[in-house]
């Protein structure tokens, strides 16, 4: 006799009476029928767990699906095939810090070093002299480009700033950097043979650059200049102040005429910072300034009876810059057939840019604006006229 709950194990043909071999036996076949009642159950509490069997999805629905997968791939591929792709935020024609390209064609090349400029660089001929460099017109690698070295030891501080000034803001607003010396005081740039702002009129009398002597073309100049003012302003270093602008003529010869017409900062020696978080401005040089051409806040605001005191005189911001876009705007737009009519346009904006009180003047980015408003203002109309005349 098996305690309760005990379980007998037989052979599957042994029967315990007689001691006989049979295929079944009673007590195999009540352990069998146990077994499969268990199984039965236990598949009976899965199929409770998991629910009714799912339904099939009608035909409509899956239909309805298909299209809206269908539309979703067609809006895409009429996306890529007539919207233009967004334009990057980086430049690829730039190439990375520390190197420089010559030309749209050519590869990036690290700045050359000082062992380079020595070895590789022919000094010409003097095209250029200022307070602080002297501008050489050489040769590397059968390219002309130019050279400029210090003229005297005591601006070594203002040639070493516009070194700096010049590695940081690499841009299509300033001047091409390809090498420079340190320990020779000497700098190597792109060469632009149109030469600077001042002797604009001069070229565009030239008869193969006539054809640009266009109120067209000046708009677009002056549109450059303010482009440039206004990247100084917001530049990655800050709120950069134009110092070296005391009067209309000192300040042309700070840019440089390109090839295509386009214009760039060359001579970066005075660009002090306006920090406000600190309340810092800025005094370019030490030395009293006249004339109507420098801001109001320039000028030495104790009469003449008070004798001029660098110490004494106030500082300011940025905003001299702004004071000064009417009268280079005036020359760059010269005075052409059309010209007037951009004045006329460009009114009242200059005429907040003369404000007596620095804060009310426009930022240079409202200026900028402003100008390509008027512009494409321009533009369109004379589009228009010229469709109506023919």
């Known amino acids: 006799m098996l305690a309760t709950g005990e379980t007998e194990f037989r052979s599957p043909g042994r029967c315990p009476e007689g001691g006989r071999w049979r295929e079944t036996c ?12 268990a199984r039965a159950m236990e598949t009976s509490s899965q199929e409770g767990r998991k629910g009714p069997p799912p339904r099939d999805a009608p ?25 233009s792709p967004r334009r990057s935020t980086e430049d690829p024609t730039r190439c990375p810090y520390g190197h420089f390209r010559m030309g749209p ?32 017109l050489s040769e590397w690698k059968e390219r ?47 060469y632009h043979p149109l030469g600077s702002l001042s002797s604009l009129e001069a070229t565009l009398n030239l008869s193969k650059y006539r054809s640009t002597n266009t109120w ?42 390109t090839a295509n017409f386009s ?23 030490h030395r009293e300034l006249r004339g109507d051409f420098v ?9 003449e009876d008070v004798p001029f005191h660098d110490d004494l005189m106030p500082a300011y911001d940025e905003k001299i810059d702004i004071w000064k876009i009417p009268d280079v705007s005036s020359f760059l737009l010269g005075h052409v057939e059309g010209s007037d009519m951009v004045r006329f346009h460009l009114f009242d904006i200059h005429k907040a840019c003369k404000s007596q ?34």
């Open 144 to 190: 002309k480009v130019a050279l400029s070295r210090l003229t005297r030891l005591e601006v070594r501080d203002d040639f070493l700033h516009g070194l700096r000034m010049l590695k940081s803001l690499q841009s299509e607003h300033v001047v091409t950097l390809l090498g420079y010396c340190e320990d020779d005081n000497s700098i190597l740039t792109e």
């Open 263 to 285: 214009i760039v900062l060359n001579d970066l020696d005075a660009l002090p910072l306006v920090n406000r978080s600190t309340g810092a401005l800025v005094k370019c040089g």
């Open 26 to 37: 009673g007590p195999g076949i009540s352990m069998r029928k146990e077994l499969a009642e």
């Open 105 to 136: 064609t050519s590869n990036c090349s690290p700045w050359l070093s000082c062992e380079q400029l020595r070895t590789e660089v022919r000094q010409m001929k003097r095209v250029g002299e200022g307070a602080v460099k002297r501008v050489f």
């Open 357 to 390: 009180t620095p804060a009310e003047r426009p930022t240079a980015q409202e200026v900028l604006d402003t100008y390509q408003k008027v512009l494409n203002l321009l533009r369109d109309t004379a589009t228009s006229q010229t469709r109506e005349m023919l």
């Open 295 to 303: 801001a109001p806040e320039q000028l030495w605001p104790y009469g």
């Open 59 to 83: 035909p409509l629905v899956g239909l309805l699906l298909s299209m809206a997968l269908m539309n979703a791939l067609l809006y895409l591929c009429l996306d890529r095939l007539f919207i």
């Open 216 to 257: 067209q073309h000046r708009l677009q100049l002056a549109l450059g200049y303010v482009a440039i003012i206004d990247f100084l302003h917001r530049s990655p270093l800050g709120t950069l102040v134009m110092c070296d602008s005391s009067d209309l003529p000192k300040t042309l010869s700070q840019y440089l005429l």
